[in-house]
Antibody
């Protein structure tokens, strides 16, 4: 059974850092493209980062230069390192597996349960 | 970035109704359009990919149509478990992926 379990969410002060983890089971993280999608309270979905199976990474402008996506194949785990956090980064963060077809995301087929990150003083 | 606009933003309907949600892209995205269902406090669930292909395990009352800039998600006969928020998502400009703002489907 495929499962994604996020951890690491917390209350953090503006300017602080946090690392989210997403432990996968039922498939190999390193052989798949993976993404982080966030949802601010009462708002819609925002795709913020993608790591391709080959290792290339991508970031939305809203998090570029502050967030870093990575993976540990030995632990079958995806990470999101978040630095210089702002109040507007407050959201539920989901990790998701991205299905790619001819280089295009044809859907996020498995999602974690979501983890809350609150940035506030 | 490609903007995705859903209409309506909210919708009231009854069990057994046929409902259609529309998603419009700011430029042509071919058929690189996916639909999700999200219930409160839960992660989104992939319903439809490539505009019209039903994800495994999704009931056949869900269907998607469209190409280019205009897309629809139709639920042929609403069931109690279908009341949720629905999002469209374009993958055409991968890795810049954008979602619609969501359509909240409520019980009338």
């Amino acid at each position: 059974e495929v499962q994604l379990v996020e951890s690491g969410g917390d209350l953090v002060q503006p300017g602080g850092s946090l690392r989210l983890s997403c432990a996968a089971s039922g498939f190999i993280v390193g052989s798949n493209s993976m993404s982080w999608v966030r949802q601010a309270p009462g708002r819609g979905l925002e795709s913020i980062s993608l790591i391709y199976s080959g290792g290339n990474t991508f970031y939305a402008d809203s998090v570029k230069a502050r967030f870093s996506i990575s993976r540990d194949n030995s632990k079958n785990t995806l990470y999101l390192q978040m630095n210089s956090l702002r109040a507007e980064d407050t959201a539920v963060y989901y990790c998701a597996r991205a299905l790619l077809h001819f280089g295009v995301v044809s859907g996020f087929d498995y999602w974690g349960q979501g983890i809350l990150v609150t940035v506030s003083s | 970035d490609i903007q995705m606009t859903q209409s309506p933003s909210s919708l009231s309907a009854s069990v057994g109704d046929r409902v259609t949600i529309t998603c419009r892209a700011s430029q042509s995205i071919n058929n690189f359009l996916n639909w999700y269902q999200q219930k409160p406090g839960k992660a989104p669930k992939l319903l439809i990919y490539a505009a019209s292909s039903l994800q495994s395990g999704v009931p056949s009352r869900f269907s998607g149509h469209g190409s280019g800039t205009d897309f629809t998600l139709t639920i042929s006969s609403l069931q109690p478990e279908d009341f949720a928020t629905y999002y469209c998502q374009q993958g055409y400009s991968t890795p810049t992926i954008t979602f619609g703002q969501g359509t909240r489907l409520e019980i009338k």
